[in-house]
């Protein structure tokens, strides 16, 4: 793994240079893919608000099973990316709500608007939206809020924590009912978790262990010269390689001064990226498995998210520890 | 592709194999088709962990795939997989494993998974019908089994994946004919050929004993499970033929049985039943044990009797007016009991539901037991001496039984309480193989739920709940 840092400054010559040895590489017959972008807020999201559209148009037009679905594919966006905001679940709550009621179906009714006031007790229903039908239930149903306990343990241990969208101190207290907890932390993969706290239960144990993202991780690469963070050898051991860094700086008479490892490459101020990366190339011998990510530094101890991270061969073959099921479905 | 490429690939592959550990189970169908003749549109996989579905985990697979490889998932405990079959997105079948954890040792034990058309009854083995089965306990793998004659192991995932029926390990001499409980992943067998009580392990050998002297009933006595440790031993019959009035706790330490004599019910009675539940009391939830039916020396109007098995409170006896007899009862909720179907004054097959409010503090001058009113909708089959299994808050099926002309039922319902409204409604669901009694039924660590029915063994996949 062939890391490669930058300043901001020098952005344009990292990427050419990255382009170059991609091709030089290419050209040598060996097989250069590119890893994916960061799990970051890159990803797209809104699949809550989306399901919950459609699914308000549904029972608009009095469809409600198709507006029940529609409600499911919320909650299952909602595991699926997290809630941005407890008012994006409470406003999945309250339609559940409305749809079961107008099914007949008033303990799902009930329910929905328990989980509700579990995420936020100070549910002010807007009368201008919803029915009085559905703020008497609410009304009825805030008499007694009961808090319930969750023990969460989260690794890395200083992750940050959000319930249903907000950021909350460990441990968290929560009302009784459904709630999502998302666990995040710069390098690692965010974590979504349903959970749904019951009436006179015990604490529910919730733990949570962060999984590197490996573009993440070694897009946080630093600068030039900046100690190598034990996350950024995580995300190469992610990704099943070994470290290398290549440290790009522009000399103080103008010229590119690439560092990797004992190895130093000057190059005057005229040489193109090709000219660089033959430098480099020739005498480094970078091995058949070497994979090449590029981190341009923003700033101090930062890389761009958009590094370009670039892969050889089968560059995201897992190598974390763990176990796969392997199913085979006997039938009648 | 390049040589060296190759070389990479097969180095890549060799590292996926030793560091991922292959975990195989089986995903057996049961019963009712539940791929449905090939209209399935999708066989969803889910990991569920510590009781919660993972996010980000279902695979769905062609209906007619035959081969099911899962997302890598972090060694841990607390796993299980959950099968599903799907028709256009609603759920048709369903099926879990029971929990399992993986280390790079490998799997605690295989997940298989028994697949069954929800709200239908799966046969998975017929009985001997002149020793049913009398309690089921639920075990990693499976359940045990109590009859009068002995223990029988149920194990969900046999040899060739199927449920299996492994052979009866008879009771010691004294405890023949005595009756079974669950206490402790154990199983406590009372009375017999001989008064007292003996506690018997997973394989049939006994662990612990209680001495006749302490618990001198032989036959007839209503057990119910207060927690995992300990069982309330109401009434039955002495080894003189004589009934007792006796209400005796028994805890399991770990090492010993310990029987403490609480205060006696006002009438001796024998075989009647006892229903655990959970009362409200002081604003916190407290164990109760409701005692109905049963035969008494002296006739008088049936009542029910609420015990305290902490004998702090003196066993309250009260008349509910139009109480059917032999009626199926299970714990509902905090201090809710649901009553299905018996006879009724007139002697009749019912299938009228009551509900019953259990408030050991009710106000002075007021019974610790009321029914409610108005009634759930009744039973679609009147039914007498039916059997009642809790599936959840406010779920019950009602299952088996007996109707007005002392037919077997083979049908069962689901009675579906409103908790916070109240009364509910009923619906039917699946029928029984093979109907009669039920005798014993108990969830197992799977969310199916085993149900002897005359010693035949049926495996219920329960659609609400979830």
Do not use: K
Not at chain 1, 8 to 31: M, P, Q
Not at chain 2, 207 to 229: H, M, W, Y
Not at chain 2, 315 to 336: E, Y
Not at chain 2, 382 to 389: D, H, K, L
């Amino acid at each position: 793994m062939l890391v490669v840092r930058a300043s901001e400054a020098l952005a344009r010559e990292a990427s050419a240079l990255a382009d170059r040895i991609v091709e030089r590489r290419t050209a040598e017959g060996v097989d250069i893919v590119r890893a994916p972008a960061p799990a970051s807020a890159e990803t797209p999201r809104g699949g809550v608000a989306e399901a919950t559209l459609r699914a308000d148009e549904a029972f608009a037009a009095l469809a409600l099973t198709d507006a029940e679905r529609d409600l499911d594919a919320a909650l299952e966006a909602a595991d699926a990316e997290g809630v941005r905001s407890p008012a994006e679940i409470v406003a999945v709550m309250l339609l559940r709500a409305m749809v079961h009621g107008a099914m007949g179906d008033d303990a799902r009714a009930n329910e929905a608007v328990r989980h509700a006031l579990a995420i936020d007790p100070a549910l002010a229903v807007d009368p201008e939206r919803y029915p009085p039908t559905l703020a008497a239930r609410v009304e009825a149903a805030r008499a007694a809020i009961p808090g319930c306990a969750v023990t969460l343990t989260v690794d890395p241990s200083d992750a940050a924590v959000a319930v249903d969208g907000v950021q909350r101190a460990m441990p968290p207290e929560l009302g009784c009912g459904m709630h999502w907890v998302t666990v995040s932390r710069t390098g690692f993969a965010s974590s979504t978790r349903r959970v749904v706290l019951g009436v006179g239960e015990g604490p529910a144990a919730l733990a949570v262990a962060l999984a590197v993202d490996p573009a993440a991780a070694l897009a946080a690469s630093g600068p030039p010269g900046a100690p190598i963070d034990p996350l950024v050898e995580r995300g190469a051991a992610a990704l099943g390689r070994r470290l290398r860094v290549l440290d790009l700086t522009r000399e103080p008479g103008g010229g590119l001064h690439a560092v990797l490892g004992a190895r130093s490459v000057r190059a005057a101020g005229s040489a193109t990226p090709d000219e660089l990366a033959a430098a480099l190339l020739a005498p480094i011998d970078t091995g058949p498995d070497t994979a090449v990510v590029v981190g341009v530094g923003v700033g101090v101890g930062a890389a761009v998210a958009a590094a370009i991270a670039i892969g050889i061969g089968v560059a995201l073959a897992p190598s974390t520890p763990g176990w796969i099921g392997v199913g085979e479905v006997i039938r009648p | 592709m390049s040589e060296r490429l190759q070389l990479a690939c097969a180095l890549l592959a060799l590292g996926a194999c030793t560091s991922r550990a292959s975990v195989p189970f089986r995903v057996v169908a049961l019963g009712d088709d539940p791929f449905f003749a090939g209209t399935a549109t999708a066989i969803a996989v889910t990991m569920e962990r510590d009781g919660v579905r993972e996010p980000g985990t279902t695979v769905r697979f062609a209906p007619d795939a035959t081969a099911l490889t899962l997302p890598p998932m972090p060694f841990g405990n607390g796993y299980a997989v959950i099968v599903e079959t799907e028709l256009s997105g609603l759920v048709l079948a369903r099926g879990r494993s029971f929990p399992f954890d993986v280390s790079p040792a490998g799997a605690s034990h295989s997940p298989d998974v028994s697949l069954g058309v929800l709200g239908r009854f799966a046969p998975v083995a017929t009985g001997d019908a002149s020793d049913p089965y009398l309690a089921v306990v639920p075990s990693a793998d499976g359940a045990l089994l109590a009859s009068a004659a002995g223990l029988t192991r149920f194990v969900a995932h046999g040899p060739g994946g199927l449920p299996a029926i492994e052979a009866r390990t008879p009771w010691p001499a004294p405890r023949i004919g005595g009756a079974a409980v669950a206490l402790d992943r154990h199983v406590l067998v009372v009375g017999g050929a001989a008064p007292g009580a003996s506690l018997v392990d997973a394989r049939g050998a006994v662990i612990a004993e209680i001495a006749g002297a302490e618990l001198p009933i032989v036959d007839g006595a209503a057990i119910a499970s207060v927690d995992a440790a300990t069982v309330l031993v109401v009434g039955g019959t002495r080894s003189d033929g004589s009934l007792a009035p006796d209400v005796t706790r028994v805890e399991w330490d770990g090492a010993h049985l310990i029987a403490t004599a609480l205060a006696p019910l006002q009438h001796a009675r024998t075989a009647a039943r006892a229903v655990p539940l959970l009362a409200r009391r002081r604003a916190t939830p407290e164990p109760r044990v409701l005692v109905l039916d049963g035969r008494r020396a002296a006739s008088a109007a049936p009542d029910l009797v609420l015990l305290d098995p902490s004998g702090q409170d003196a066993p309250r006896s009260v008349v509910v007016p139009g109480l059917a007899v032999r009626a199926a009862a299970c714990a509902l909720d905090t201090g809710l009991v649901l009553l299905a179907g018996g006879v009724d004054a007139t002697g009749a097959a019912t299938g009228q539901l009551t509900l019953l409010v259990v408030q050991p503090d009710a106000a002075p001058g007021s019974d610790p037991i009321a029914a409610l009113s108005p009634a759930p909708p009744p039973l679609f089959r009147a039914r007498e001496s039916a059997g009642a299994i809790a599936l959840g808050p406010g779920l019950a099926l009602i299952v088996a039984g007996r109707d007005a002309a002392a037919a077997p039922v083979a049908e069962a319902e689901i009675a579906e309480i409103q908790l916070d409204s109240l009364p509910g409604s009923v619906v039917l669901t699946g029928t029984l193989a093979s109907a009669g009694n039920v005798t014993a039924a108990a969830p197992l660590s799977d969310h199916t739920f085993l149900v002897s029915s005359d010693g035949a063994l049926s495996l219920y996949f329960s659609p609400r709940g979830e």
